[in-house]
T-cell receptor, first 111, second 114 residues
Framework: TQLLEQSPQFLSIQEGENLTVYCNSSSVFSSLQWYRQEPGEGPVLLVTVVTGGEVKKLKRLTFQFGDARKDSSLHITAAQPGDTGLYLCAGVGGSQGNLIFGKGTKLSVKP | ETGVTQTPRHLVMGMTNKKSLKCEQHLGHNAMYWYKQSAKKPLELMFVYSLEERVENNSVPSRFSPECPNSSHLFLHLHTLQPEDSALYLC?????????????FGQGTRLTVV
């Protein structure tokens, strides 16, 4: 069974701080996606990384896919209250190519 | 209207009731999904439909019954649920199943079974 472990589970920081959240697995994924989910809403896709070692930037968010395609990280620079939410990573794997989700990192950015 | 729309947003039902959740996508996607999101658990994939055919059923109890009448609509029929079935039920769609699996989610239905 392919599993994705996300850490930390919870993160509470002040506005302006930097942070990194991690998504790790012992399995290889053909690609990995990051989503953000706000309370009362469905997850919204932020980015897809496909190539081992790939780095993608989305404004203050930097996503990296591990060289072996087993792990990924999300770094946020100068966090803002609007970044508050549940960050989910999801790997495309298995024989059917279904999305496998981690439990998520709940981020709270205080003004 | 664009994206993925789910109704109702909130539902409270007794264990003997029968209700249905509705999902509609306006993205022209070929695959649709039902996920269950419970506290402290990863999103659980329940059902997958590709081109209106069910292609995956992840050992979901028979008290959950999906229906996909066309590529834009997906239903989840509920009957004789248990309190542990209380969760956020999310519908999603993607361009194709198994390859282009970037998912677009609806806002979810918050289900409470009493």
């Amino acid at each position: 069974t392919q599993l994705l472990e996300q850490s930390p589970q919870f993160l509470s920081i002040q506005e302006g701080e930097n942070l990194t959240v991690y998504c790790n697995s012992s399995s290889v994924f053909s690609s990995l996606q990051w989503y953000r989910q706000e309370p009362g809403e469905g997850p919204v896709l932020l980015v897809t990384v496909v190539t081992g070692g790939e780095v993608k930037k989305l404004k203050r968010l930097t996503f990296q896919f591990g060289d072996a395609r087993k792990d990924s990280s999300l770094h946020i620079t100068a966090a803002q209250p609007g970044d508050t939410g549940l960050y989910l990573c999801a790997g495309v794997g298995g024989s059917q190519g279904n999305l496998i989700f981690g439990k998520g990192t709940k981020l709270s950015v205080k003004p | 209207e664009t994206g993925v729309t789910q109704t109702p947003r909130h539902l409270v039902m007794g264990m003997t009731n029968k209700k249905s959740l509705k999902c509609e996508q306006h993205l022209g996607h070929n695959a649709m999904y039902w996920y269950k999101q419970s506290a402290k658990k990863p999103l659980e994939l329940m059902f997958v439909y590709s081109l209106e055919e069910r292609v995956e059923n992840n050992s979901v109890p028979s008290r959950f019954s999906p229906e996909c009448p066309n590529s834009s609509h997906l239903f989840l029929h509920l009957h004789t649920l248990q309190p542990e079935d209380s969760a956020l039920y999310l519908c999603a769609s993607s361009q194709e199943w198994g390859r282009r699996t970037e998912a677009f989610f609806g806002q979810g239905t918050r289900l409470t079974v009493v």
